[in-house]
């Protein structure tokens, strides 16, 4: 089981004695000019990370994916649900356990599928390594249930508070929020849990509904150890969050909004739209993009939607509403470059100009092959990750530089293949779907499961212009 560190803390709630978690430093001194992160050098990261914003309405959900297949859950949804849909969703991406179960804070809307969740994964799949929680209780019966199902399948929860990490593979885990003691006599949405997840040189900033205290207490303590590639919004995007100073501090590329369209609190409010249009960032909104997926290569991060919306914040609203759970597959919309540029994916439908038909013919000069694809891997597939395999050969004249090439399933699932690899002519790289060192001819997915069908799939290569230049389907 994960640790979150070494010393240790007790959570009591409701007569349940629970062993708790322990502090771990945050890296940087708030009170330097300069923030120590305690890594001078680049990041570097193996594999890739998902992040997926669950659309779950008037609500918030986000599933974490690591490189080597360890999953974080962050809020299970509305009570109204039950939890019905992230289930589904959870489902639909083959999650057969549960690492870290996160809960932001004991709203009925962002624990209402926790009963259910932890209930269905340890009594039907592979368990719940886990459970976080800030440690303030509420009254609601949906507490209670959560609470219940805790103490019925012993399952270990963390009281936790800011300083604590989360072990979760390559990726760092950084727990900002809440801070000791709580702040706004414990009023539960200012001592919200606030996880900065940081792979390689990206980051993601969540921080549940952590409003105008607590994202002042997170400025004044961390400044530009806030700096993150994304951030989701606060609060579902009320005006009581996503303050300018807090912005600024961030300094996001992107911004996802998790609520409903017909939102009954009018989320998200036209201020944080305001403040979002003037510093020109691009926002994504469960209502009207989907299900929202960001997948790191550990330098830049794509962005994947159910549907194309407007990401400009003053035309956010003239998107069309999609429903929860609609089983619209997502396909690329946008890539956050390393270096803060922001390419956006126009589409399959537009006319091609003489520019993408010279492409297509280098492309096709280019001679990139699959000479092989091992689906059936030896014995248990998920046991033997690394013998799922597919070589891909250079078959033309000239060196390919695949640095953020793609590849993916017909389900969607992608790899992103690193920064500065090339394939010369005449040779091949294995491409497998576990995890291991890189080299100049193998390449490893970071998957957790197998990704290739053994009934037959679809091998799909696009370029790192979000061009489609290969596919090749075996049955």
């Given amino acids: 089981m994960s640790s979150i560190g070494s010393q240790g803390r007790f959570l009591i709630i409701v007569g349940i004695v629970l062993l708790a978690g322990c502090s771990g430093a945050v890296p940087g001194d708030p009170s330097a000019s300069t923030p120590d992160t305690g890594n001078e050098s680049t990041p570097t990261a193996n594999g890739t990370v998902e992040v997926h914003y669950i659309n779950v309405g008037q609500s918030v959900s986000t599933l974490i994916v690591g490189s080597d297949g360890d999953t974080m859950l962050v809020d299970t949804g509305h009570y109204n649900d039950d939890g019905e849909h992230v289930l589904e969703y959870l489902q639909a991406q083959d999650i057969t ?3 870290h179960l996160v809960t932001s804070h004991n709203d009925a809307d ?14 039907e799949a592979d368990g719940i390594g886990a459970v976080y929680d800030p440690g303030i209780a509420s009254s609601t019966q949906t507490y209670a249930e959560y609470l219940d199902a805790i103490e019925a399948h012993d399952v270990t929860l963390y009281e936790t508070r800011e300083g604590d990490t989360i072990d979760f593979g390559d990726v760092d885990v950084n727990v900002l929020g809440p801070p000791d003691p709580y702040l706004e006599s414990e009023d539960r949405n200012e001592n919200s849990i606030v996880l900065k997840l940081s792979h390689g ?29 994304i951030l989701k919004a606060g609060h579902h995007g009320s005006a009581s969050s ?25 989320h998200p ?3 944080v739209l305001q403040r979002l249009a003037e510093r020109s960032l691009p926002a994504y909104w469960t209502a009207t993009h989907g299900n929202i997926i960001l997948t790191s290569d550990g330098q830049n991060v794509t962005v994947q939607t159910q549907r194309d919306a407007p990401t400009d914040p003053s035309t956010l609203r003239e998107g069309d509403p999609i429903d929860v759970g609609a089983p619209d597959a997502v396909s690329d ?47 248990d597939d998920r046991d033997n990750l690394n013998d799922e395999y597919v070589v891909f050969e250079n078959t033309g004249n000239e060196t390919l530089d695949l640095s953020g090439w793609t590849i993916e399933d017909e389900a969607g699932q992608r790899y992103t293949v690193p920064g500065g690899f090339e394939l010369p002519p005449g040779q091949t790289v294995t491409l497998h779907t576990g995890s291991g060192t890189s080299t100049t001819t193998e390449l490893y997915w970071g998957s957790g ?27």
Avoid at 110 to 123: L, V, W
Avoid at 242 to 265: E, H, K, M, R, T
Wanted: aromatic share 6%; charged share 25%.
């Fill in 333 to 379: 919309r946008a890539r956050i470059e390393s270096d803060g540029t922001t390419s956006i994916d126009t589409g399959s439908n537009d006319t091609p100009d003489e520019t993408d038909s010279e492409t297509d013919e280098t492309t096709a000069e280019a001679g990139l092959t699959v000479a092989e694809i091992h689906a059936d891997a030896a014995g």
């Fill in 201 to 229: 040189e990206t980051s993601v900033l969540l921080s549940g509904d952590a409003e105008d205290d607590q994202e002042a207490y997170l400025v004044d303590e961390y400044w530009s150890e806030l700096e993150s590639t």
């Fill in 97 to 99: 356990r549960i690492d």
């Fill in 449 to 475: 499961s197998p990704i290739w069908n053994n009934d037959g799939d679809t091998v799909i290569v696009s370029n790192a212009n979000g061009e489609r230049v290969l596919e090749e389907t075996y049955s």
């Fill in 269 to 271: 409010h036209e201020e």
């Fill in 242 to 266: 996503s303050s300018g100073a807090f912005l600024d501090a961030v300094d996001p590329q992107a911004v996802v909004i998790s609520s409903a369209y017909d939102s009954q609190y009018g």
């Fill in 110 to 123: 962002h624990i209402g599928g926790n009963a259910a969740i932890i209930e269905y994964y340890e009594t």
